[in-house]
């Protein structure tokens, strides 16, 4: 008789799975914008500076959602296997606990701490780096070229604005002789270069994901990510040389990348899947990833119009477009795509996975028009100084981001 073939050995589930790694990023991304939530509202009862909530936002959130997400999209467009979960853990505890010491280094009057939290930032996307360009390099499926490229530049801008802001922290003094003009290139190489470019390279494949449509190379893309790569880089050499030409026509690209991505996202949505049920929670992902495309194409465009106006380069500062640019364009994509995504990549079955859409659907209309509204109102009181839209405005988005990382905890906690 023929010798029996071994049993197969049965193949052992990791405890820490890419499903789980997700879930913690979303997890930590929420808790970054409850904390910059919190640091707005003493801002506006104190009028102290807004540094606090801004980088809460930026470093925390946005940089925690990136090192959390961007490799699991290039995974998912190669076609190809993840790093394995203690890898994607460390590289997200190391942006996490990163961002956090460089706030508290900040605050606290601790540049070696906050520069120590800059170095474990770089550190952790350097790991950011490498489980997202591998796959990206020897994909099983078809090559994406434009999101290759642009989340590597993304990358890149993103560890250059954080070793400028390292090196500030620690008082070195050529930078801070001229930091006034520096400071503008900060910004535009983090907010909107790095986070502009991530975005930008995540509704690529994200935007038709959520319409149930094709991804479709039109000129729209092109010219989108043409002046998203170019743009912002045009303006931090400008605000290095302090030539106001220069950053007038990095800005004029970058508008022209915002539009492009409006034209993407439009064809994308005229070509749209024709969906049947779940309409409140598609309503939800759909609106925020929408909106938040036009309120950075409005920021762009104050911000090259103050340039023209004759805006010094030197003490630039977001100011009031901080409100579009953080709530309306990075915070509105970060709810959007979490809205989508938490029950599609998290762990659990389909049943629970149906519960989460149907917590995160909640009030989706009332949720999407009191986000914006609070937008539009906060940005016109703080631009042209009108106390009462503020006072109006503030609460109301507050409020609408405060249920809307509740109602994601609570999709998360589900069984």
């Known amino acids: 008789m023929p010798a029996e073939r071994p049993a197969a050995a049965p193949q052992v589930q990791p405890r820490l799975t890419e499903r789980h ?79 956090s010491a460089v706030v508290i280094g900040m605050l606290a009057g601790l540049g070696w701490v906050a520069a120590s939290g800059s170095a474990i930032v770089i550190g952790g996307l350097g790991l950011v780096a490498a489980h997202t360009v591998a796959p990206l ?13 642009v989340y590597g530049v993304a990358l890149l801008e993103m560890a250059a604005g954080v070793a400028l802001g390292g090196v500030v922290a620690i008082g070195q003094r050529d930078v801070l002789g001229a930091w006034a003009t520096l400071r503008g ?13 991530t975005i930008f390279g995540t509704l690529v494949y994200l935007a038709p994901t959520v319409l149930g449509a094709r991804i479709k190379a039109g000129p729209g893309l092109m010219v989108g990510a043409l002046g998203m790569l170019i743009g912002p880089a045009v303006v931090v050499v400008g605000f290095v040389v302090d030539a106001a030409p220069v950053v007038i026509a990095g800005m004029v690209a970058t508008l022209a990348g915002a539009g492009g991505q409006i034209a993407y996202v439009i064809d994308t949505y005229r070509r749209r899947g024709p969906f049947t049920s779940e309409h409140d929670w598609r309503r939800v992902a759909i609106g925020h990833l929408v909106g938040g ?18 805006r010094p380069l030197a003490g ?11 709530a309306g364009w990075m915070l509105q994509e970060l709810v959007g795509s979490w809205t989508h995504l938490a029950p599609s990549v998290t762990p659990g079955d389909a049943a629970r996975h149906a519960r989460q859409r149907r917590i995160l659907a909640f009030a989706s209309r009332s949720r999407l ?31 609408t981001a405060l249920l809307s990382v509740g109602l994601l905890t609570r999709a998360l906690a589900t069984r």
């Open 21 to 99: 790694v997700l879930a913690l990023g979303l997890a930590a991304a929420g808790a970054f914008v409850i904390a910059a939530g919190v640091a707005g509202i003493l801002l506006l009862a104190s009028g102290g500076s807004p540094w606090a909530a801004i980088h809460l936002a930026l470093a925390g959130a946005a940089v925690t959602a990136i090192g959390a997400f961007m490799p699991h999209f290039a995974v998912t467009l190669a076609g190809t296997r993840p790093a394995s979960g203690p890898q994607r853990l460390a590289s997200l505890i190391m942006l996490a606990g990163g961002a």
């Open 137 to 149: 390099r020897e994909p099983l499926a078809r090559r994406h070229h434009v999101v290759s490229l």
């Open 185 to 197: 290139a900060h910004a535009w190489l983090t907010l909107f270069g790095a986070v502009s470019l």
């Open 293 to 310: 495309t036009g309120w950075f194409a409005l920021a762009v465009v104050v911000a090259a119009y103050e340039t023209l106006s004759g």
């Open 316 to 326: 630039w500062s977001m100011g009031a477009l901080a409100v579009p640019m953080i």
């Open 369 to 399: 028009v009191a986000w914006n509204a609070g937008i539009g109102l906060v940005w016109i009181g703080l631009a042209f100084g009108v106390d009462a839209a503020v006072l109006v405005g503030a609460p109301v988005l507050g409020l």
